[in-house]
């Protein structure tokens, strides 16, 4: 981010580039907004620290919670979680300092579960707990402009979804779900630009919801039915076959960035489908590579080492549960570890060729 | 002219009406990865992804054929990959990224091998034999490569090896004495790294390599101090108090150290040490108070202390951030 001091130029720059003015007014508004976003900066580290904190927080007050026996009391748990959503949204409207961040984290977690907690003591069914959960995030993120609070109300967006779709026991809803994260996540990063540019608050929560839809889809591909044995296994080729498609959609703005030449696009094209159709029965394999090609291309390095990290274990669970023998996953990883390394090497030779060029 | 980031667009949209097009070209222009980034992540994607996969279809097929192959033929097959390896290494016009993924490979690949060997002739070895002979194996290797995911693997066998120990052979140990090994060990990678640094900087390792590690001895820490005074509190271990030695050490041990770290994290202005360290202090504190609670109340008084500690420390670290930030400007 740029310092408050750097503004000028900025607007400057981004003026003669694209044709566009600032006027006064709009340029002081910018200027406080940088100054208060500079006050408020912080490294990956404090946010990390603001989390662990939260969570460690929350912890603590749930077990203080449960050994005061509260649980029991529907009211006094509606009551307290219901003040503490509101206690925490107030803080972060009214005192937009980080170091609240901890505070109002750890309120909001708190107060979403014990309002949860109080609606299934009532014995509310628990699918209408999820939905009142879903509505009670989504109104915050409607008010608040905090990327923590934000963050987590996603979270519990998603979490609350990918139970209601658990609940109705189904492994179409589970890939129906996966597959709605899939195209929200692709719309919501290739959109960015109408998204920031249409509603000043979607410029706030764009990388917090961005970063929760990942989490989303990195965790509910672990919900997929595994194995062609499991009931209605074909259901999970859906978020599969979406996966594919989004990624064969971005090729045509990947293909140019990386030099290869318009009349060697229709090889690019059939050499990337050719690899990619194996992965249509690894559906979780097929939604983290294209968390890390969507990651990668608008450089969000966090979302795109967690789509490393989820590779890496989803590899690992498909051919745990391969029903194969040992020999043929060998064959089948040899073949294709040796795949890979000739496309290394083709795609290395076509680089150093058409760079000598 | 400095170009503008992610942040800076979207604060810009916040506030200015401009279309969607403008603010599309600015971010492809100067927050998206160009050529030179996607060519790299190409290649190293499809070479990490080839190695790896080879080596554990290799992996799977002497699982497979363990049965069948002649004891000179299993062994022979592993030896022959790993002098494959390094022949290309040592004879190959490879650049140096790719030579030492070869050679990353086939320090794994050492580990089959000692595996492979173990069964057959059956030599009866716990599990911690077997990983220290592959520390011991590796070691030139990863002096002389000097790679960071290799130096990952052999600082990963030497954790494996202390806890494969005191699991199979160190019966009469207190529990909380591999963690307390394991810290001092990791500590002394990340001081030896250091102090690398400081003497040839271009031997200096990677940053991530150095967190990573560093995160490892904090976990140790935190854990073996918090299970050292769960021992001592339900009298798991008879040898175990506060007055237990490998307890004492370990405390003395991380204070000592913890306090390098805040220092070195202070002198180089690093985030992660000046945040790692005094939060990894909460939870055991917090821990320590919990283990020894006799009252309901001081659930509630914990949860204050974490909230008003944690609170604290970002704001010290908010202040450090500004102080870096005006002295990079200066």
Same mark, same amino acid.
Not at chain 1, 135 to 153: G, S
Not at chain 1, 220 to 229: D, K, R
Not at chain 2, 72 to 87: D, N, Q, R, S, Y
Not at chain 2, 290 to 302: E, K, T
């Given at each position: 981010?740029?310092?408050?001091?750097?503004?000028?130029?900025?607007?400057?720059?981004?003026?003669?580039?694209?044709?566009?003015?600032?006027?006064?007014?709009?340029?002081?508004?910018?200027?406080?907004?940088?100054?208060?976003?500079?006050?408020?900066?912080?490294?990956?580290?404090?946010?990390?620290?603001?989390?662990?904190?939260?969570?460690?927080?929350?912890?603590?007050?749930?077990?203080?919670?449960?050994?005061?026996?509260?649980?029991?009391?529907?009211?006094?748990?509606?009551?307290?979680?219901?003040?503490?959503?509101?206690?925490?949204?107030?803080?972060?409207?009214?005192?937009?300092?980080?170091?609240?961040?901890?505070?109002?984290?750890?309120?909001?977690?708190?107060?979403?579960?014990?309002?949860?907690?109080?609606?299934?003591?009532?014995?509310?069914?628990?699918?209408?707990?999820?939905?009142?959960?879903?509505?009670?995030?989504?109104?915050?993120?409607?008010?608040?402009?905090?990327?923590?609070?934000?963050?987590?109300?996603?979270?519990?967006?998603?979490?609350?979804?990918?139970?209601?779709?658990?609940?109705?026991?189904?492994?179409?809803?589970?890939?129906?779900?996966?597959?709605?994260?899939?195209?929200?996540?692709?719309?919501?990063?290739?959109?960015?630009?109408?998204?920031?540019?249409?509603?000043?608050?979607?410029?706030?929560?764009?990388?917090?919801?961005?970063?929760?839809?990942?989490?989303?889809?990195?965790?509910?591909?672990?919900?997929?039915?595994?194995?062609?044995?499991?009931?209605?296994?074909?259901?999970?080729?859906?978020?599969?076959?979406?996966?594919?498609?989004?990624?064969?959609?971005?090729?045509?703005?990947?293909?140019?960035?990386?030099?290869?030449?318009?009349?060697?696009?229709?090889?690019?094209?059939?050499?990337?489908?050719?690899?990619?159709?194996?992965?249509?029965?690894?559906?979780?394999?097929?939604?983290?590579?294209?968390?890390?090609?969507?990651?990668?291309?608008?450089?969000?390095?966090?979302?795109?080492?967690?789509?490393?990290?989820?590779?890496?274990?989803?590899?690992?669970?498909?051919?745990?549960?391969?029903?194969?023998?040992?020999?043929?996953?060998?064959?089948?990883?040899?073949?294709?570890?040796?795949?890979?390394?000739?496309?290394?090497?083709?795609?290395?030779?076509?680089?150093?060729?058409?760079?000598?060029? | 002219?400095?170009?503008?980031?992610?942040?800076?667009?979207?604060?810009?949209?916040?506030?200015?009406?401009?279309?969607?097009?403008?603010?599309?070209?600015?971010?492809?222009?100067?927050?998206?990865?160009?050529?030179?980034?996607?060519?790299?992540?190409?290649?190293?994607?499809?070479?990490?992804?080839?190695?790896?996969?080879?080596?554990?279809?290799?992996?799977?097929?002497?699982?497979?054929?363990?049965?069948?192959?002649?004891?000179?033929?299993?062994?022979?097959?592993?030896?022959?990959?790993?002098?494959?390896?390094?022949?290309?290494?040592?004879?190959?016009?490879?650049?140096?990224?790719?030579?030492?993924?070869?050679?990353?490979?086939?320090?794994?690949?050492?580990?089959?091998?000692?595996?492979?060997?173990?069964?057959?002739?059956?030599?009866?070895?716990?599990?911690?034999?077997?990983?220290?002979?592959?520390?011991?194996?590796?070691?030139?290797?990863?002096?002389?490569?000097?790679?960071?995911?290799?130096?990952?693997?052999?600082?990963?066998?030497?954790?494996?090896?202390?806890?494969?120990?005191?699991?199979?052979?160190?019966?009469?140990?207190?529990?909380?004495?591999?963690?307390?090994?394991?810290?001092?060990?990791?500590?002394?990678?990340?001081?030896?790294?250091?102090?690398?640094?400081?003497?040839?900087?271009?031997?200096?390792?990677?940053?991530?390599?150095?967190?990573?590690?560093?995160?490892? /001895?904090?976990?140790?820490? !935190?854990?073996? #101090?918090? @299970?050292?005074? +769960?021992?001592?509190? *339900?009298?798991?271990?008879? %040898?175990?108090?506060?007055?237990?030695?490998?307890?004492? /050490?370990?405390?003395?041990? !991380?204070?000592? #150290?913890? @306090?390098?770290? +805040?220092?070195?994290? *202070?002198?180089?202005?690093? %985030?992660?040490?000046?945040?790692?360290?005094?939060?990894? /202090?909460?939870?055991?504190? !917090?821990?320590?108070?919990?283990?020894?609670?006799?009252?309901?109340?001081?659930?509630?008084?914990?949860?204050?202390?974490?909230?008003?500690?944690?609170?604290?420390?970002?704001?010290?670290?908010?202040?450090?951030?500004?102080?870096?930030?005006?002295?990079?400007?200066?």
């Amino acid at each position: 981010m740029k310092k408050p001091h750097e503004v000028t130029d900025l607007l400057r720059q981004l003026s003669d580039a694209h044709d566009i003015s600032f006027d006064t007014e709009v340029e002081n508004a910018i200027r406080e907004g940088f100054e208060k976003a500079h006050s408020n900066r912080s490294a990956i580290a404090i946010k990390v620290l603001t989390i662990l904190g939260g969570v460690l927080a929350t912890l603590l007050f749930i077990g203080f919670l449960y050994v005061i026996d509260i649980f029991n009391s529907t009211w006094g748990m509606l009551s307290l979680g219901i003040g503490f959503i509101v206690g925490s949204i107030v803080l972060s409207r009214r005192v937009d300092l980080l170091i609240l961040d901890t505070i109002a984290v750890t309120l909001y977690a708190s107060g979403l579960l014990m309002f949860g907690m109080g609606l299934s003591a009532g014995g509310m069914h628990s699918d209408m707990v999820s939905l009142f959960i879903i509505i009670m995030a989504l109104i915050t993120l409607v008010l608040i402009e905090n990327y923590m609070l934000a963050f987590v109300a996603a979270i519990a967006v998603s979490a609350c979804s990918l139970q209601l779709a658990f609940d109705l026991r189904g492994a179409f809803w589970i890939s129906l779900y996966l597959s709605l994260a899939v195209a929200g996540l692709t719309a919501w990063i290739k959109q960015e630009a109408v998204l920031i540019t249409a509603n000043p608050k979607l410029a706030i929560l764009h990388s917090p919801i961005r970063l929760a839809l990942v989490c989303t889809v990195l965790l509910s591909a672990s919900f997929l039915p595994v194995g062609y044995h499991a009931p209605y296994w074909y259901v999970a080729l859906f978020p599969s076959l979406l996966s594919i498609g989004a990624i064969l959609y971005l090729l045509p703005s990947i293909l140019p960035s990386i030099g290869v030449q318009p009349k060697d696009e229709y090889v690019a094209y059939v050499a990337v489908t050719l690899v990619l159709v194996p992965i249509l029965f690894a559906p979780a394999i097929a939604c983290v590579l294209l968390v890390m090609i969507l990651c990668f291309s608008i450089k969000d390095r966090t979302g795109f080492v967690m789509g490393i990290i989820g590779l890496i274990y989803y590899i690992g669970v498909f051919y745990y549960n391969l029903d194969l023998s040992l020999l043929v996953k060998s064959l089948l990883l040899m073949g294709s570890g040796i795949l890979l390394i000739v496309l290394y090497f083709l795609l290395h030779q076509y680089f150093q060729r058409h760079e000598k060029i | 002219m400095s170009t503008p980031d992610r942040e800076d667009i979207h604060l810009i949209s916040r506030h200015a009406q401009w279309p969607a097009s403008s603010a599309r070209k600015a971010l492809e222009e100067h927050v998206h990865p160009g050529r030179k980034d996607w060519k790299q992540f190409l290649e190293l994607f499809l070479i990490g992804t080839g190695v790896a996969f080879t080596l554990a279809g290799i992996i799977f097929f002497f699982a497979y054929n363990w049965d069948s192959l002649h004891k000179f033929v299993k062994i022979g097959l592993i030896e022959g990959l790993i002098v494959a390896c390094t022949l290309v290494i040592v004879f190959s016009q490879l650049n140096k990224t790719l030579k030492n993924i070869l050679l990353t490979a086939a320090a794994v690949l050492v580990g089959v091998l000692l595996a492979v060997f173990g069964q057959v002739y059956q030599s009866g070895a716990d599990a911690y034999d077997l990983f220290l002979m592959w520390t011991i194996a590796i070691i030139i290797w990863v002096l002389i490569a000097h790679f960071a995911p290799l130096w990952l693997v052999f600082i990963t066998l030497i954790n494996t090896t202390v806890f494969l120990y005191a699991d199979q052979v160190a019966n009469n140990w207190p529990k909380m004495s591999p963690f307390m090994i394991s810290f001092f060990i990791n500590s002394g990678f990340v001081l030896a790294g250091v102090i690398l640094g400081r003497l040839r900087p271009s031997a200096k390792p990677p940053e991530w390599l150095m967190i990573v590690v560093a995160l490892g /001895a904090i976990v140790m820490a !935190s854990t073996g #101090l918090i @299970a050292g005074k +769960l021992m001592s509190r *339900f009298n798991f271990d008879s %040898l175990l108090g506060i007055g237990d030695p490998n307890f004492v /050490a370990l405390l003395i041990g !991380s204070l000592v #150290l913890y @306090a390098a770290g +805040l220092w070195y994290g *202070f002198k180089q202005r690093k %985030l992660f040490y000046l945040g790692a360290v005094p939060f990894s /202090a909460i939870v055991v504190v !917090s821990a320590f108070i919990l283990i020894d609670a006799d009252n309901d109340i001081v659930f509630l008084l914990i949860t204050l202390f974490v909230i008003i500690a944690t609170t604290l420390l970002i704001r010290w670290l908010i202040n450090i951030q500004k102080n870096i930030t005006h002295e990079k400007a200066a």
